[in-house]
């Protein structure tokens, strides 16, 4: 009876992984497709990715509770306990990079029909492929289990800020005054930060799979950290500690 039981529970938990999957793949899909519907100011496809969003947050909403289902009542210890935790995590950054891609539809709305410098559209391709392929690479290292992958995302992400940089610089440098200019450039650089924050969303979740591989988290280096300078303050506050 108890084999049947972890039977079920690791189909259960393998059904929940190709759902994360499938929820992010619609995510990369739909990022894709944003770049390109705001370098064309299509308000069609923005209204779709906007639409979308829906089915996102439905698909993550299942995935919750039947993580909560199974924490519930299977109890997992170890490795599946691991995977369970990182499976809603994984869900909550991907859920919230849909809604990121979605607001830069939503300020692609906003900017219909006024006139991007060549230098920014540029930039804005830049980003859209570097953030799209970081997050790609995030999904990849979750499917193949491959805490190295994970690693690379920071380096993608180093990138990623360095465009950003670039990005805003560009945004001051050539766009006039007046409340239009001002009303464009605020959209611009909004639509970087969302762009920025998907990228952030990638590599929270390359660290929850080097979690959900090694047990490792990077807050493990501070808590230590913090467990040494505590240590040295009781040894210096102590009689034998000198002062």
């Known amino acids: 009876m108890a084999v049947e039981i972890r ?3 690791h189909q259960s938990l393998d059904e929940v992984g190709h759902d994360i999957v499938r929820l992010a793949g619609m995510v990369t899909e739909a990022l ?7 370098l064309a100011g299509d308000l069609r496809v923005a209204e779709e990715i906007i639409t979308n969003d829906d089915v996102i947050d439905a698909l993550t909403l299942d995935i919750e509770e039947r993580c909560y289902h199974l924490l519930t009542l299977q109890q997992p210890m170890a490795t599946d306990l691991r995977q369970v935790v990182t ?3 994984l869900t909550a950054e991907i859920e919230r990079s849909g809604d990121l891609v979605a607001n830069i539809m939503k300020a692609n709305r906003r900017m219909y029909g006024r006139e991007v410098d060549p230098v920014l559209r540029g930039l804005i391709k830049r980003l859209g492929e570097q953030v799209h392929r970081s997050f790609q ?3 990849d290292a979750y499917v193949e289990r491959d805490e190295s992958l994970a690693a690379a995302i920071d ?3 180093d990138d990623i800020d360095e465009l950003h940089v670039q990005y805003i610089q560009a945004i001051f440098e050539r766009h006039g005054e007046g409340r239009a200019a ?3 450039s605020v959209q611009l650089a909004m639509v970087g930060r969302f762009y920025e924050r998907i990228g952030d969303h990638a590599v929270n979740i390359g660290e ?3 979690y959900m591989v090694t ?3 990077p807050e493990h280096s501070g808590v230590a950290r913090q467990a040494v300078r505590k240590a040295d303050g009781d040894a210096g506050s102590s009689p034998l500690g000198g002062g």
């Open 182 to 184: 001002l009303q464009l």
């Open 32 to 38: 894709g497709k944003a770049t390109e519907a705001l």
């Open 155 to 157: 380096d993608i992400d």
């Open 7 to 9: 039977k079920g529970f």
């Open 137 to 139: 690479l995030a999904i």
């Open 215 to 217: 047990g490792w988290l």
């Open 87 to 89: 499976a809603l995590r």
């Open 208 to 210: 929850r799979v080097v």
